[in-house]
């Protein structure tokens, strides 16, 4: 199959609605370039390989070469199953589309591979990371093991994929920081465990079994078990808790299962207080907060803010302002309309007269 056939196969498949000249108007071709090309008469040249790999969500390697992109993502771990609810869901394909644009955004971008090591003890990793990890999470693990975090809006689960030779974390962007720590210790369990090099588990009892080495990685990560058994949890005050909830990064939830995991001691009191929700417990006893600035709100609005690696986003103003790519990637990554960006792009050559004559028909060819 050649490359016109494979885009026309393509079309078919995913536009199925769509007519020829409407897809070349989008990606910059004429109706009759476009049409020369699909039948094989002319070729595609790169950038019009490339935008095409956008408009048909699919990877500019599969359409030039008929084989599968070497950069195609790995997912590491899929979810199907809410620890809140204690019951399966199916939101796999929500997820997978934004894994493949995540997938996309690399493989236009070129970047070039990196290696994330990460050891399979949390105590080396948490030393690694260095003290008070938790409120830089992301940056740390980029700086330290090479790992791209990614928030985008409207996940219901995390995800951790091998993209293009790198290791990328995609994460929910929520208000709740918290939740969001223990998705990316959890995330980071998987890939320390490797988890990618394993055979996709066939039964949800596999699945089961790699979720819980992952949570058991998270726990030790950001709640280590020295730490919170040193503790006298029949005794500490108010203060006291709210402080580590801070400091650790924490839920009050994930918190009380430690607790009960590592059979702890507990009072009355710490029980009912533990029930409350984390927000609560750190405005209700302000202690741990120094400043006086409301760092709760600062972190929230982090958690929840759209985030993609700057090497990334750097990568794609240099290809738009080659000619290279279109900017709706960027777009997207930004959540911008494309008419929002305001990048330089080649000035468009002027059109050859005689050949735009020749090809209305009004020279003899």
């Not at 009072?267 to 533990?274: E, Y």
């Not at 002027?350 to 009004?362: S, V």
Request: proline share 4%; glycine share 6%; with cysteine.
């Amino acid at each position: 199959m050649e490359v016109g056939e494979r885009v026309r196969a393509r079309v078919r498949e995913v536009l199925p609605g769509r007519t020829h000249a409407s897809i070349a108007e989008e990606i910059g071709m004429t109706p009759d370039a476009f049409s020369r090309a699909v039948n094989g008469s002319r070729g595609f040249s790169a950038a019009e390989l490339a935008a095409l790999s956008e408009v048909l969500n699919t990877s500019m390697y599969w359409l030039a070469t008929g084989e599968r992109d070497p950069a195609e993502a790995l997912v590491i771990a899929r979810h199907d199953f809410d620890h809140d609810t204690r019951s399966r869901h199916a939101d796999w394909d929500e997820l997978k589309a934004t894994v493949d644009k995540v997938s996309l955004a690399y493989r236009q971008a070129l970047l070039p591979s990196k290696s994330a090591d990460v050891p399979s003890d949390a105590d080396a990793v948490r030393t690694a990371l260095g003290d008070g990890f938790v409120r830089a999470f992301a940056e740390r693990l980029s700086d330290v093991y090479q790992i791209d975090v990614i928030r985008v809006g409207g996940l219901r689960n995390a995800c951790s994929a091998m993209i293009a030779g790198r290791v990328v974390i995609v994460l929910n962007e929520t208000g709740n920081w918290f939740h969001q720590n223990w998705s990316l210790a959890h995330e980071l369990g998987h890939v320390a465990l490797g988890h990618a090099d394993m055979p996709e588990p066939a039964t949800h009892g596999e699945k089961d079994a790699q979720e819980s080495a992952a949570n058991a990685f998270a726990a030790e990560l950001v709640l280590p078990r020295d730490e919170v058994q040193q503790m006298d949890w029949t005794s500490v005050s108010g203060d006291e808790i709210a402080t580590d909830l801070w400091n650790w990064g924490v839920s009050s939830d994930a918190l009380r299962r430690r607790l009960a995991v590592l059979h702890c001691p507990t009072s009355v009191t710490v029980n009912q207080m533990l029930g409350w929700t984390t927000q609560k417990i750190l405005r209700k006893f302000p202690s741990w907060n120094g400043d006086g600035t409301d760092q709760i709100t600062e972190r929230m609005d982090a958690a929840a803010s759209r985030r993609f690696p700057l090497e990334l986003q750097a990568a794609h103003v240099e290809l738009i302002s080659q000619g290279r790519l279109s900017k709706a990637t960027l777009a997207w990554m930004l959540d911008v309309d494309e008419d929002e960006i305001e990048i330089d792009e080649p000035d468009t050559p002027d059109a050859d007269i005689d050949e735009l004559a020749r090809a209305l028909g009004f020279v003899a060819t």
